[in-house]
């Protein structure tokens, strides 16, 4: 149901001015029934002037009668025609002024890990325009070089299901035209959850890395035709005959 404009200060009108119970005016208004008592007691909504739903044609005084007389009755938001269609709005994604400077570095994180999502969804994703988006996917960003691509749930720009949906949506779409999809593509089309209940790849260790041929030989190296050298005659030492000889002589 359509809530009123200023809510809490139409809430704040009806307790001062009617005798409308807590609980009609908090199903009006769009509050909890004790954030009406808090108001009424004073706690809620100190200092907020009350704003007239009458006279700003939000409501009729027979609406407000009706109500006063009989407890269950509901308070029905007077048609404005000005304001028909305003929730069908489509646009772009209103990002606050605080937030605005992270979002090329948003755009830039999706385009990196998830260059499979389209532009417009990015755009909806983070609220941005397609041709920002491809000055940052040609890096012909004026500040491209300054830019750090950082998560946009992480900034708050959106929210990792709305994430999670977009990417699930370009996997569809891509599976649909039967594009085949390599390992490090299809975990990037998964979800955050499902990512990380895949099983890691076996990889082979750096460390033994060309080692698999020599694996492969049959023949060890004891077993190969390689003239045996000791260690005497590597070093170019006496033998111990010879050694004898020397000292004999060397008596006489």
């Not at 009458?54 to 025609?81: G, M, R, Y």
């Not at 532009?119 to 397609?130: F, N, R, S, Y």
């Not at 949506?169 to 085949?180: F, H, L, P, S, Y």
């Not at 060309?210 to 030989?217: P, S, V, Y």
Request: charged share 30%; glycine share 4%; net charge negative.
């Amino acid at each position: 149901m359509a809530k009123p404009l200023m809510a809490k200060a139409t809430a704040v009108w009806l307790v001062d001015n009617t005798t409308i119970s807590f609980k009609q005016i908090a199903d009006f208004v769009g509050m909890h029934e004790l954030e009406i008592q808090g108001i009424a007691d004073g706690d809620v909504a100190a200092g907020v002037k009350g704003f007239d739903p009458v006279t700003n044609n939000q409501l009729t005084q027979d609406e407000i009668n009706s109500a006063e007389k009989n407890p269950l009755h509901k308070l029905k938001l007077k048609f404005n025609p000005s304001a028909a269609g305003e929730e069908k709005r489509r646009g772009p994604r209103y990002t606050p002024l605080s937030k605005r400077q992270d979002r090329p570095n948003s755009i830039l994180w999706l385009v990196k890990f998830h260059p499979e999502l389209a532009d417009a969804q990015i755009a909806k994703l983070v609220g941005t325009t397609k041709p920002t988006i491809q000055t940052i996917r040609e890096r012909t960003h004026w500040n491209i070089s300054n830019m750090e691509p950082i998560d946009p749930v992480a900034l708050g720009l959106c929210k990792q299901s709305e994430l999670d949906a977009a990417v699930q949506k370009a996997a569809a779409a891509k599976a649909a035209e039967g594009g085949v999809m390599s390992d490090d593509e299809r975990r990037k089309l998964v979800s955050t959850e499902q990512s990380l209940e895949m099983n890691a790849e076996p990889k082979m260790p750096s460390a033994i890395e060309g080692l698999e041929n020599f694996a492969l030989d049959s023949n060890p190296p004891s077993q190969r035709d390689e003239p045996i050298v000791d260690a005497d005659s590597f070093f170019n030492l006496p033998s111990s005959s010879d050694a004898d000889e020397d000292e004999d002589e060397s008596k006489f």
